[in-house]
């Protein structure tokens, strides 16, 4: 879902399109990989990645509520 929020927002290029589908094929198959050889890390690391979004989305809000950032409403897609 965050990836089609990005497309939207941003609007990449074909070639920035590529990037992102060879970063999101290599990040799938190390992924795939790890859980292979250690399933308790992999998941730790999943763990690790969703602190870090929570942590993000965090700050974000704070810089809003202290009018460092401008609130931007969400777009359609992602409220649907």
């Known amino acids: 879902m965050h990836l089609m929020v990005?497309?939207?927002i941003a609007r990449p290029s074909a070639?920035?399109?590529l990037l992102i589908l060879l970063?999101?094929?290599i990040s799938c198959n190390l992924f795939f990989l790890s859980y292979l050889v250690s399933p308790r890390t992999a998941h730790r690391l999943s763990g690790y990645f969703d602190a870090e979004a929570v942590h993000s989305c965090t700050e974000y809000l704070a810089a809003?509520?202290?009018g460092t950032q401008?609130?931007?409403s969400a777009p359609r897609i992602a409220v649907a």
């Open 6 to 8: 990005f497309m939207n």
């Open 15 to 17: 070639f920035e399109r």
């Open 23 to 25: 970063a999101q094929g």
């Open 64 to 66: 809003i509520d202290a």
């Open 70 to 72: 401008t609130y931007v």
